[in-house]
């Protein structure tokens, strides 16, 4: 905890401090009160009780000015935990990978970034605040009592030496509780999450019962574990209330013996009952402490989970540095063989090279392992040493900054995000003028449609960009790598949702400009890969085949079949 209040200091003490003045004034009122009622009918008392009240009203005015110190104070020190504890989350997930993101749900990462967080913010603020006020009230209160009379305070406080059962009881329960509390939460918020951007499937699939009584259920579990969070919760305040009632029975009992017998004066005995019930909020103050810590401390556990994490791919520490930005890449696969975890291997000794101004086709069947191929060239997975090499340097030695400007990639599922076109294609850099975006989109062949839309560039994007056609969101995302414009290009299937004829544009298109990159192309169609001067065969992660197109067909092998089929379904679709 204190590591994340470390940094304000000084906004915590001074908060502490101010709520340390509250207390005190508050103190103060009961033995005022209690003076007050000793002279109540003696003469001239007139006087006294004026006095009095102003004192009362001095220390109800220092109450309220230093109520609200502490209160700004601690909250903007909880509120700058919360940020740190927050931006340091999302530093860190921004460092990870696949393997990371493989494995977490984005409505439980989601949970923990928000709900999580906000459990932690009230820790570091009201959790703070009951916990303080909890010891100090509580001991400050202790010490006006045994200023009155010690005996009468040990009997009257006896009852409570039973809370320090109940905190062990209830703490760990609680702690247990919170944690499947949150738990569930994460839960509901990937139920909803997925349901949500899977709608088309659900829909279409007639699946709106099914997931109504599935939610139903996560739903209920979600409700279930907080109400059994609520009635301990319920119990805790019900018993610390209890052993309060208790120690007003023996306040009463006793004191009231004693004012009979002459021991103790009347104010005396109020001034003492006073504080006993200035008691209850310290006492009370525990319970809230208990459970906000208990929740806050579930939490930060979540938190920290993920932020424990280690950076499965990362810079190298004593990384390569390149003089200046290559203008060309060389591009070599040597050896590499790969696979997921202990799985069989998805890439077997795969050897391949791309020069600068070469294009370089890859074709294979689903599943064969190009993508896993080229993640492994951009670093999205991590590669064995000496395996990958750009301009003869290992790409591990690469900062992966510098590695990935090298490289102009379209993955094979087009990703976008939800504002305006200018900034999806401009993503890499944004400061890019209209010129530019627009002379990019022209040669993905989509300025005609953007130039049709009510906004042109300004238009906004759906979610991953829902309202524009498959073949659209390809070419969006060919013309944000057009604008990187990196050395070496990588299209993972990127024209598989575009038309032959479009496709056919936009390579002629880019040919001036891959006069001196190198490019690799992978595709599923036979006509996708007429422009290369290379064409690899992948099968079962391993390479079949390699030479030109027309080698290719002349060696009558996988190539050769590849082309055949497609050329009987062109003629069947024909006809
Ligand atoms: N994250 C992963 N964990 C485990 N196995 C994976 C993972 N990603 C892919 N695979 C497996 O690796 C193999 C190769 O997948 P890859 O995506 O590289 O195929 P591909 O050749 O690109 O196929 P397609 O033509 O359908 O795009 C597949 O058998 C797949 O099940
Ligand atoms: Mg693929």
Do not use: C
């Not at 790969?338 to 599943?367: D, K």
């Not at 001196?516 to 001067?533: E, F, G, P, Q």
Request: cysteine-free; aromatic content about 12%; hydrophobic content about 45%.
């Amino acid at each position: 905890m204190w590591k994340y209040i470390k940094k304000y200091k000084l906004l915590f003490f001074i908060s502490l401090l101010a709520l340390l003045l509250v207390d005190f004034s508050q103190l103060l009122i009961p033995r005022i009160i209690g003076q007050i009622y000793d002279t109540l009918g003696e003469e001239g008392s007139f006087r006294f009780f004026l006095i009095s009240g102003l004192k009362i009203a001095g220390l109800g005015l220092s109450v309220f000015a230093f109520r609200f110190f502490w209160r700004i104070f601690l909250i903007r020190m909880s509120r700058k935990v919360e940020r740190d504890i927050r931006e340091n989350l999302f530093y860190r997930l921004l460092t990870f990978s696949q393997h990371f993101f493989g494995k977490w749900n984005t409505g439980d990462l989601m949970a923990r970034a928000i709900n999580d967080i906000n459990h932690i913010q009230r820790m570091f603020s009201f959790g703070i605040v009951s916990i303080f006020d909890a010891v100090v009230m509580g001991l400050m209160t202790l010490g006006f009592m045994l200023s009155y009379d010690v005996k009468f305070t040990l009997i009257a406080v006896s009852p409570l030496s039973l809370l320090s059962f109940i905190v062990l009881y209830f703490e760990k329960r609680i702690h247990r509780l919170s944690l499947l509390v949150q738990n569930r939460f994460s839960r509901l918020s990937t139920f909803v999450q997925e349901d949500f951007s899977g709608n088309f499937v659900l829909k279409s699939l007639n699946r709106e019962e099914e997931e109504k009584n599935r939610f139903a259920s996560v739903s209920l579990d979600y409700l279930d574990k907080n109400v059994r969070l609520g009635r301990i919760q319920a119990l805790l305040h019900a018993s610390i209330t209890f052993i309060i009632a208790i120690s007003n029975v023996l306040v009463i009992y006793v004191g009231g013996k004693n004012v009979i017998n002459g021991i103790t004066s009347k104010g005396d005995l109020i001034a003492f009952l006073s504080y006993l019930n200035m008691m209850v909020w310290p006492m009370i103050a525990i319970g809230f402490a208990i459970n906000i810590h208990q929740r806050g401390r579930a939490s930060l556990e979540r938190v920290e989970e993920l932020t424990g994490y280690q950076p499965v791919i990362t810079d190298p520490p004593n990384p390569f540095l390149p003089e200046k930005k290559p203008e060309t890449l060389s591009v070599e696969v040597r050896n590499l063989t790969f696979s997921f975890g202990e799985g069989a291997p998805i890439l077997e000794n795969v050897s391949l090279s791309i020069a600068p101004g070469e294009t370089v086709g890859l074709i294979g069947r689903i599943g064969s392992g190009k993508s896993t191929l080229v993640k492994l060239l951009a670093r999205l997975l991590k590669t064995g040493d000496d395996t990958i090499f750009f301009n003869g340097v290992d790409i591990n030695r690469y900062k992966l900054n510098d590695l990935r400007a090298l490289i102009s990639y379209v993955p094979q599922e087009p990703f976008l995000f939800s504002t305006t076109i200018r900034e999806n294609v401009a993503y890499y850099d944004t400061s890019l003028d209209d010129e530019a975006v627009m002379e990019a989109l022209r040669k993905a062949d989509l300025s005609g449609t953007i130039e049709e839309m009510p906004a042109g560039l300004d238009t906004s994007l759906g979610e991953r960009g829902v309202n524009l056609s498959g073949g659209q969101k390809q070419r969006m995302t060919i013309a944000r790598a057009i604008l990187k414009d990196a050395p070496f290009f990588i299209f993972d299937d990127s024209f598989s949702s575009i038309d032959t004829d479009t496709e056919e544009r936009i390579l002629t298109s880019l040919a001036p400009l891959f006069e001196n990159k190198s490019v690799l192309i992978i595709a599923h169609r036979i006509s996708t890969l007429r422009y290369a001067d290379r064409i690899v065969v992948l099968d079962e992660g391993r390479i079949v085949e390699e030479g030109t197109h027309q080698e290719l067909l002349e060696a009558r092998g996988a190539y050769y079949d590849i082309f055949n089929r497609q050329k009987l379904e062109e003629k069947l679709g024909r006809e």
